[in-house]
């Protein structure tokens, strides 16, 4: 099966890519900020030989909508969780990248029962409000007066140069994201994963490049989630799929429940 769909969430409409066979077990993908579902380009087909697929452009990003305002976290997982029922595909095995895995965090804390596993990949652990909002101010100044990532933005987060391919892609993304760029780096900033932590109760796998900035703060996680277990990929930064689609897939696979 190979198509594309989309589904009106409360404030935007939320557009999908799906492949494999929806008769299997269904992994949902969700990207990072200022990225698409083509950050899983390289997993997507070593994940559809083997289960259901369906990679989320978030709403402000890809080929969804922009939203109607400036949306938080929960809002974000709360469009994923109607997506999910929309389909009738839970429970999901829930992979989220950065952002994506911020709100698929928040998705298992407060909707369980649509989740049998959680794969949580450059998942930010930062509990102090200070952590969040000195990366924010961060990325503000890097943006400049317009708050839009321009061609001179650059493209960080991997530790390997990517194909001129990739990289024109990811400028694409990145462009066509402009002002919702910077309003989910709000969202980020404002959202505070430890208090959901001690309700995600299904089995939970953090993924973090070796050279992922998010994996100093990553004992936030494995400390306060029940069941989880860490691995940290040789050689792969931030946005690993990018870095090694290879690892991020075998690992999904293996949290399929």
Do not use: K
């Amino acid at each position: 099966m190979h198509a594309t769909g989309s589904w009106t969430a409360g404030l935007g409409e939320l557009s999908y890519r799906r492949e494999g066979d929806p008769a299997r077990p269904s992994v949902v993908l969700i990207h990072a900020v200022g990225t698409s579902t083509h950050l899983w380009d390289g997993v997507i087909p070593i994940l559809a030989a083997e289960v259901d697929v369906v990679a989320i452009d978030l709403l402000g990003h890809g080929a969804s909508s922009d939203p109607r305002r400036d949306l938080t976290i929960p809002e974000h997982a709360d469009a994923v969780a109607g997506l999910v029922e929309h389909l009738g595909i839970d429970p999901v095995t829930l992979t989220g990248c950065s952002l994506g895995a911020l709100i698929a965090l928040d998705v298992a804390a407060r909707r369980p029962g649509l989740v049998s596993s959680l794969v949580l990949n450059g998942c930010p652990g930062w509990h102090l409000e200070s952590q969040r909002t000195e990366r924010l101010i961060s990325i503000a100044e890097r943006l400049g007066p317009s708050g839009r990532p321009g061609p001179d933005f650059g493209l960080a987060g991997t530790a390997r140069p990517p194909s001129a391919e990739v990289a024109a892609r990811r400028m694409e993304d990145l462009q066509r994201c402009g002002r919702w760029f910077l309003s989910s780096w709000w969202a980020m900033a404002a959202f505070d994963p430890v208090p959901r932590l001690e309700h995600i109760r299904c089995p939970t796998h953090l993924a973090m490049g070796e050279s992922d900035f998010h994996l100093a703060t990553s004992s936030t996680l494995t400390e306060g989630i029940s069941d989880v277990r860490l691995s940290v990929i040789p050689g792969a930064g931030h946005l690993t799929p990018f870095d090694d689609a290879r690892a991020i897939a075998r690992l999904v696979l293996d949290s399929v429940r």
